[in-house]
């Protein structure tokens, strides 16, 4: 068991459902009400940011907590365990004494955060994920820290934390990051046996945050908003203000000009044998002279085969899917690609310590491959975040999506309590429902997990909705946290497991089948 102690603060990524835990536990015979599916055997795993000190709430950001997975282990129609484990990035392993697990691996990124955004299972192994340059963590089934993950030397710099895995080859593909790479992001190609087996530099126009990207059946889509690396939030405090303007413009000048790990790069990643400085700022702002582009490449293209579309000023952290189709128009038959996000109007102006800006809207943007033409809409206006679907159909056509209505709290400035909602949308009949939840349980994302095929001779595939939603909640009445299963077609409760202590709101999750 460890713990820490975060004071209760103003600042509303450290309050509530989102503020941090203090220990760690493991539970084993979990009570369950209702009733597990006898098909469920695996673990549902969620990361997220949750600070292993005592941090300062007027500098802390939510992005640059310490990364804690948890995990719930199901099988048997049971919940066999809950145990809850910090990443042990260097800074992690000073503030408990501990030493580092395995060897330091520069190769696999900055070690100046610890990999707090998604956890998910590749090849056999467990990955807890960030993004940035910064890097990722293999760990066991028991979520202890094997060490950094560069994929057995195959990727070096960083990954990302949303690859995307291909429904048909069971690969992962991925658009990464990094101020470290100057005016370049890379596309990778992660076979399955756990080993890069292709990456592509895209030129970009400066050095965007990009948090994640689309993946259709034949393209790779990139999203190049005006959110940048600001290098003034890497600075130590002992700049005088008067210099930290100029000091930003020769940093930004050498941004694309200088090699990995370059002057900035490795000053984030000094003393990595033994790290305890951690970064508590984040190094990306909105920048209002960045252009705003969508980029789209075929899967088997280059930096060269990239086209480039012109959008509104906006932000996007996660889109929901992406499909081209052919449908007839002014030049006979168009190709169309069909964006489906959540955007945000703008992101890290006002809100320094978190994505508290702008209330975040699900839109759908549709490019014309053929003439050119870009529209977009927005199909539902509520607040709301962490789009997922049945993802055997991602980079196809869909038709239902599901969303977490979030509303108040970090996006009130904290003077309103959080709440949260569940919607599912139909983008058939362009209509959604919302889950009938207690008004005292706060969401987190929730994952799809398809329901198995009947063993019957029908030859009627499954319907795309026919499956569990899986998540974390946290009941505030009973001050509880809870493994939540609704069915995806009805948002009607499956079973609740009743956990040991709360989960903060987190993050990522994903279900890892034993299978």
Excluded at 322 to 344: H, P
Excluded at 504 to 511: A, D, I, K, S, T
């Amino acid at each position: 068991m460890t713990s820490t102690q975060t004071a209760q603060s103003e600042n509303p990524y450290l309050n509530g459902f989102l503020a941090p835990v203090s220990a760690e536990v493991t539970a084993t015979d979990l009570a369950v009400t209702g009733h597990i599916p006898e098909h469920l055997d695996g673990r549902y795993l969620r990361n997220g940011p949750n600070p292993a000190v005592e941090v300062d709430p007027a500098t802390y950001h939510w992005f640059s907590g310490d990364g804690m997975v948890h995990g719930v282990s199901l099988g048997d129609g049971q919940a066999r365990w809950y145990r809850n484990r910090w990443v042990r990035s260097p800074a992690v392993c000073a503030a408990l004494g501990e030493s580092l697990p395995g060897r330091p691996n520069p190769r696999a990124g900055m070690s100046s955060l610890g990999a707090n955004t998604n956890v998910l299972t590749h090849a056999g192994r467990t990955l807890a994920l960030v993004e940035g340059g910064v890097a990722n963590y293999e760990l066991t089934d028991e979520l202890d820290t094997v060490g950094p993950c560069d994929f057995d030397g195959t990727l070096a710099g960083g990954y990302t934390a949303h690859p995307h895995r291909d429904p048909r080859t069971g690969e992962l593909h991925a658009v990464s990051y990094s101020f470290a790479r100057g005016r370049t992001v890379q596309y990778s190609v992660i076979d399955t046996d756990g080993h890069a087996r292709r990456t592509v530099d895209i030129e970009v126009t400066g050095s965007p945050m990009m948090h994640d990207f689309s993946l259709t059946d034949k393209y790779v889509v990139i999203y190049d908003l005006p959110v940048t690396f600001d290098p003034v939030q890497l600075m130590p405090a002992s700049v005088p203000r008067w210099l930290q303007l100029p000091t930003r413009l020769v940093l930004q000048s050498l941004l694309g000009r200088v090699r990995i790990p370059g002057p900035i790069a490795a000053w984030t990643n000094r003393g990595s044998n033994r790290e305890t400085r951690r970064m508590v700022g984040m190094p990306y702002a909105w920048n209002p002279d960045y252009p705003a582009r969508i980029g789209v490449m075929p899967r088997d293209g280059a930096n060269r085969d990239v086209r480039w579309f012109e959008i509104e000023p906006c932000y996007v952290y996660h889109p929901l899917n992406a499909y081209s189709e052919f449908r007839d128009g002014a030049r006979g038959t168009e190709e169309v690609l069909v964006l489906d996000v959540v955007r945000y109007s703008r992101m890290f102006d006002r809100d320094r310590r978190g994505p508290g800006d702008s209330m975040p809207t699900l839109d759908r943007w549709t490019i014309n491959l053929t003439t050119g033409a870009v529209a977009s809409e927005c199909r539902d206006d509520r607040s709301q975040e962490f789009p997922r679907i049945n993802e055997t159909l991602l980079g196809g056509r869909h038709r239902f999506g599901y969303t977490v209505g979030v509303d108040g709290g970090f996006l009130a400035a904290g003077e309103a309590d959080l709440s949260s909602a569940l919607y599912k949308h139909d983008y058939a009949t362009g209509s959604s429902t919302v889950a009938a939840i207690d008004p005292d349980l706060l969401l987190g994302e929730m994952s799809f997990i398809p329901n198995p095929a009947s063993d019957s001779a029908d030859p009627v595939p499954p319907a795309e909705d026919d499956g569990i939603l899986m998540g974390y909640g946290y009941h505030r009445g009973r001050d509880e946290g809870q493994l939540l299963l609704l069915d995806a077609q009805t948002l009607e409760s499956v079973a609740t497991v009743h956990l040991p202590q709360r989960v903060p709101m987190g993050f990522h999750g994903n279900w890892a089948s034993t299978g």
